[in-house]
């Protein structure tokens, strides 16, 4: 009972197209008991056609019976295909609500989760788990139904002829029995470790077709079909030690069901030359043993899988064990004045602070530029902003509402974000530039973003598929697809994210002037690497080492010996470089 615990979930999913299942299991025992009947009917004609030799013959029972065994056939064809049909349509339905829970749980979780958790493996337990677990929950019911009916009836008709032979086919059910009991452990241990091998290939494949650049830019190639070699190889020995285990359990299975045929025919015979048993009465022996045999095989076969759909189970319910993100607080309508109050930041597991007492004030409607080296907790700070991280409290409001206290969904209505490395969708150019908005001027938000100027490069203009990731795309042109997406997006603020980092200066100047009268009265907080992009802001924050260092306006910090102005001396150099060279 404590493996069908397990199934609790992908069961209650189940039931939710109860009448499919109850009409499938309604037929399913119907059909069991018209089998128990055809047995007994076949070894009544059987025992007629006898009589006949014995000048016994009577025609009109024997065609009754025939017509009757007939008509019984047909009508448990009609039921078994009936309730196959209920069952595994509600399990095939299940498989899809179970996956969409999983996805709507996964949607729920932290991003601290994500950061812990490994693609390919997700993958696997969305796909291949769950149709594990579907595997069986239908064919469970479908065969467990069967045998409910068919093992103790079979079992009672054979006594009822023969306790000698039903003891002998009964002791040789136990032997299969013990033996399926002895081998479920092992099962259970190499079933988990296929399903682990299956998870660490997918990791493996996801991150492959994903850095497939980088793999051909650094020969790599070679490297990573070894490795994936080494993958496949350990994937191939789990199987084999499980393919070893499942045929031992064939082995006994068929062993045991030989064993019986041949006890019974045997024993069966030796009686029916006693004269305790009729030939058909024999025959109805041998008919109800097949009759039973077939189900135990069933219940055999999902019992060899049923370990593998018990660590599929298992590694489901790791996910939904996560705890989703809180999702406590207010919703409200905000409009994004933000005051950071003395914030010291540690990320979960570290010991070591990532922001140490950050101040600062963001009033609606100001430009406001990050920006530090590398490491310095510009990200960090953008993550407690956007509350993917929770900050102490009282150290972060928003309208003078603690974030703690507000939803974490209002206060990412808050923010659009165009980020230094964007994702972009396997959708037209144009679909990923409105994300799900009706009514976008995808036109004028690109020719803010200065995307325009490459519209000649799309050969189906704004419909053109920019493939999985953004693939078909410069870098450039990724980040002014997405920063043309969070302008479409029209919230309170804007945050640029190293956007700019991958465009040309005279693209760069060209977006910033754009920008001016793009953003209109929305905020601006721009982490940048760039200073020619904070230049203009009414307050710049220079973070390192995840301090405030510095702070004030362009013309102060060149003034101020430190980080801001030997960054800028140096970029004001490479700039005039540049621009010196010759054509």
């Known amino acids: 009972m404590r493996i069908l615990t397990r199934f609790r979930r992908g069961f209650s999913l189940l039931w939710e197209r109860k009448w499919q299942v109850l009409r499938g299991l309604a037929c399913m025992p119907i059909s069991a008991l018209l089998v128990l009947w055809m047995a007994q009917l076949l070894g009544r004609v059987v025992d007629r ?37 209920q069952l595994i349509n509600a399990s095939r339905h299940m498989e899809a609500r179970l996956k969409s829970e999983l996805n709507a749980h996964l949607a729920k979780l932290s991003i601290s989760w994500f950061d812990r958790a490994r693609t390919g493996d997700l993958l696997s337990r969305i796909t291949q788990d769950v149709e594990l ?83 051909l830019a650094f020969a790599r190639g070679r490297g990573e079909v070894e490795a994936m070699s080494q993958l496949s190889n350990r994937y191939v020995d789990c199987n084999i030690e499980l393919a070893k285990l499942r045929a031992w359990f064939n082995v006994l299975i068929h062993a045991c069901r030989e064993i019986v045929i041949i006890a019974v025919v045997v024993l069966g015979a030796i009686e029916v ?41 298992d590694r489901i319910e790791e996910v939904f064990s996560a705890e989703p993100e809180a999702q406590t607080g207010r919703d409200v309508e905000l409009h994004g004045r933000i005051e950071i109050r003395g914030l010291t930041f540690t990320y979960p597991e570290q010991s070591q602070p990532a922001l140490i007492d950050i101040d600062l004030t963001i009033e609606p409607g ?137 465009v040309d200066l005279a693209t760069e100047r060209r977006i910033l002037d754009n920008l001016r009268s793009a953003r209109g009265n929305r905020t601006l907080v721009a982490i940048a690497h760039r200073l020619s992009i904070v230049q203009e802001s009414d307050l710049i924050l220079v973070l390192e080492d995840g301090r405030v260092t510095a702070r004030g306006k362009h013309a102060e910090l060149v003034r101020q010996p430190g980080y801001y102005a030997d960054t800028w001396r140096r970029q004001s150099e490479e700039t005039m470089l540049e621009r010196g060279l010759p054509e």
């Open 273 to 313: 030359g006693n004269g305790t048993l009729t030939i058909g009465q024999l025959l109805t022996f041998l008919a109800l043993l097949g009759a039973m045999v077939w189900p135990l095989i069933a219940i055999g076969w999902i019992v060899a899988s049923w370990h593998r759909a018990v660590a599929a189970a």
């Open 366 to 502: 100001q430009r406001i530029g990050v920006v530090g080296p590398i490491g310095s907790g510009k990200s960090t700070l953008l993550a407690i902003l956007l509350r993917f991280y929770d900050p102490p409290r009282g150290t972060v409001l928003v309208d003078g509402i603690d974030i703690l206290d507000i939803s974490p969904k209002s206060v990412r209505k808050v923010f659009a974000v165009a980020p230094q490395d964007p994702f972009l969708f396997s959708d037209t150019l144009g679909g990923n530039i409105s994300f799900g908005h009706e009514d976008v001027d995808v036109e004028g938000f690109a020719a803010a973003a200065s995307l325009d100027t490459d519209l000649d490069a799309f050969p189906e203009g704004w419909e053109t598929i920019v493939g999985e990731r953004g693939v078909t795309l410069s870098g450039g042109q990724k980040q002014r697809t997405s920063l043309a997406r969070a302008l479409a997006a029209d919230r309170p603020a804007l945050v640029l994210d190293d956007t700019l980092s991958a």
């Open 133 to 215: 677990v579907r595997f069986v929950t239908g064919p469970t019911l479908l065969y467990g139904t069967s045998a409910i009916v068919l093992v103790p009836g079979g079992v009672y008709l054979m006594l009822e002829f023969s306790p000698l032979v039903a003891g002998a086919a009964l002791v040789s059910f136990v032997i299969m029995l013990a033996g399926i009991a002895l081998l479920m452990p092992r099962l259970h241990k190499h079933s988990k470790a296929v399903q682990e091998a299956i998870a660490e290939i997918s990791q493996r494949a996801a991150e492959s077709f994903n850095g497939i650049r980088v793999l």
């Open 49 to 85: 056609l006898r009589t006949h030799s014995d000048g016994g013959y009577d025609e009109s029972a024997l065609l009754e019976d025939c017509l009757l065994l007939a008509a019984i056939a047909a009508v448990d064809a009609v039921l078994r295909f009936g309730g196959r049909h």
